[in-house]
């Protein structure tokens, strides 16, 4: 199972920290994503960490966004900033089948959390 939290209002530029908190499984051991869905458009894959600590990002967000374990709560962070409206979406975390992430497939994912950037 896994549960987001941490979504909330926010203006531009502002910073936020969503957090994933996983059972079941030990988040260490697997690929974990996070991905986005924007009111009226498709899922984006934004930001995956692999068992061996290597990430990545969708371009959108590289060098404002920061994808983290907390392997001691068993949880997966994401720490957001210098936010933009068009960061605007249901944020969830994904969980991979195997220990790398993936950018287009996974296994399971989250109820979400909301993330709206106004101005």
């Known amino acids: 199972q896994l549960v987001e939290s941490g979504g909330v209002l926010v203006q531009p530029g502002g910073s936020l920290k969503l957090s994933c908190a996983a059972s079941?499984?030990?988040?260490?051991?697997?690929?974990m994503s996070w991905v986005r869905q924007a009111p009226g458009k498709g899922q984006e894959w934004v930001s995956g960490i692999s068992s061996n600590g290597m990430t990545g990002y969708v371009d959108s967000v590289k060098g404002r966004f920061t994808i983290s374990r907390d392997n001691a709560k068993n949880s997966l962070d994401l720490q957001m900033n210098s936010l933009k409206p068009e960061d605007t979406a249901v944020y969830y975390c994904?969980?991979?089948?195997?220990?790398?992430?993936?950018?287009?497939?996974?296994?399971?994912r989250g109820q979400g959390t909301q993330v709206t950037v106004y101005s």
């Open positions: 079941g499984f030990t988040v260490s051991t697997y690929g």
């Open positions: 994904v969980k991979h089948s195997i220990s790398f992430f993936r950018t287009t497939s996974y296994e399971y």
